[in-house]
């Protein structure tokens, strides 16, 4: 067990590509930590330069307080899990576990002892003797897994362990992986497109792109005071709404309606370069129903009448579609997203997705009056993605003081 | 697999009896010309009327024939390991490596395969003569090699494309030097295409004829295929055709051993459940 630290780590590929830049990160010993991102960001690069399996082009790679740049793969002591699993088909499931442990030249009756422990956590005792290709999906993926924790690595490192399993399965596996982390208590570093599985599953998650760490933080912080357009967009689901917006002396212009804009969004606002034209995000759940708004919570609020599109119960609530007319909210970052549609379920640029109770009574077809939480809403600077409704790290709505 | 229906049964194994007599028959023939006396030799009966070993101890007596067996063998072994170990590194690095003038090498060997054998004759001819290697064991075994190695490294490549990379990543992370992650996890999987290799460049030195008659001159490296060429019978009068039949039997049996020594290593399919599939 160790921790992990990345100082400015860049790779280079010998082609040209910037695959990763100058990052940074301090993993802490026992920690189960996300790269999270759109396809191409630079997740796999990073976690082979942890690996050893990519050379690193600048910057210093410390496990457990060691330089380990030059260390090849095998004096790392880190065990990986691939996407595709990488068994050995010529060895029966026994044999793929027992592989480190031979190498290591450990004693036969202790490699025995230690498989059937592995074996024995993952459920796969009956399946000691068989080839890998008599395995179904899931089976592999415990192989896989039971090949990394046979010999008590340092750390972990997978990249995208789940992402060929079925989505019930991909559900199971995932309680089962976070299981089994907390009780070995090893560091982990898990590769993920998928933001779900990055909130569910780590202590901390970052999420890159294009080679760059976008943010870092545990979770909730993400979900609540992301940084930019891209990480608000990216994590969570179904996304976060965006809409353009300008600056009109004190209110905000929304296809929505006019926005108060409290004093201190205004100040903020007022600079000389301050944006004139802004991107509003709102996530589905900060709307309501404004029948079923108590008197004291209306004031926080805007309300907005529109035509129903679509309306989907879910049972516990219900998600409400809009169409917004007029300007699209447009910047780099949203286009990003856009291209990346494997990451985030992101709406049409011009829908407005909406999770009201399950009481509500909107119908399709029939207009809608709806109450928005305006401590909610973030404002983002189209020009750099930038949120400029976060103080010192924590958003405060467009309303609040 | 779908379970196969009677008549479907039927069909497959009428088909497979035609491909099987059109291609043993000849075969049989020579087999039974070997078992013939001189007298009956032409009689035109499949199944001798009598039988005879006499041409195959004829063979044996005669010094050339063991001698050209014993050329043979050695001849063709030694070329075939040299083709697939030359062969097995150099297509181990073209699927892995990407390096400069990767594609102009794969061009050459291709270019090679396709060159005529006969229009190098006469050089090498000339070379071997000038270099002292005419009618020596490497004076076969190196234009063996340069002719079998582009078929070595193309059969082999198309293997080491098929075996993920990922297995070789997960045997270094698994405390594998890249040695041992060679010789424990690919080689294994690369056994069936090494091995096929191996058979088709064996058969290729083996059956040789062009080089082996022009590059040879006396007893010391000459082939069989070339000496089956010498023979004569008993007399100037006497047809060899028994001898020569006798011959055709035993030089096809090492084949017949090396193939079915190495079948059972060919497993189609081995790295099935390797990788999701
Ligand atoms: N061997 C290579 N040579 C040159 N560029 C490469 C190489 N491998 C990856 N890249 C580039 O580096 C960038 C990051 O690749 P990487 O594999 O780390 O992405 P990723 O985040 O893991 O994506 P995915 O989710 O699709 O697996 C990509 O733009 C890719 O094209
Ligand atoms: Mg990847």
Redesign the pocket.
Known sequence: MADIVLDKVT?K????????HEVDLEIADGEFII?V????????????MIAGL?DISSGELRIGGQRVNEKQPKDRDIAMVF?SYALYPNMTVGENMAFPLRLAKMDKALIKQKVDEAARVLELTEYLDRKPANLSGGQRQRVAMGRAIVRSPKAFLM??PLSNLDAKLRVQMRTQVSRLQKQLNTTTVY?T?DQTEAMTLGDRVVV?R??YIQQLGDPQTLYDNPVNLFVAGFIGSPSMNFLAATVEESVLRTPLGDLPLGDRMRSALSGADAPRELIVGIRPEHFEDAALIEEHQRAKGFEFTMPVDLVESMGSDKYVYFTVEGERAAAADLEDLTADA?GADLPPQDNLVTRLSAESRVRDGVDARVWMNLDKIHLFDPRNGHNITLHEGKAAGVSAA | MAVATTSAKVKWGLLDAVVVVFALIPVLWIASLSFKTPATLTDGNFIPREWTFENYKLIFQTDQFVRALINSIGIALISTLIAVVLGTMAAYAISRLDFPGKQLLVGVSLLIAMFPQVSLVSPLFNIERNTGLFDTWPGLILPYITFALPLAIYTLSAFFKQIPWDLEKAAKMDGATQGEAFRKVIAPLAAPGVFTTAILVFIFCWNDFLFAISLTSTERSRTVPVALSFFTGASQFEDPTGAISAAAVVITIPIILFVLFFQKRIVAGLTSGAVKG
């Open positions: 790779k590929y010998p082609d040209g590509t910037t695959a990763v790269l991102g759109p396809s191409g960001c630079g997740k796999s690069t990073t976690l082979n990519e996407q990249d995208e590769v497109h890159m294009g080679g494997g």
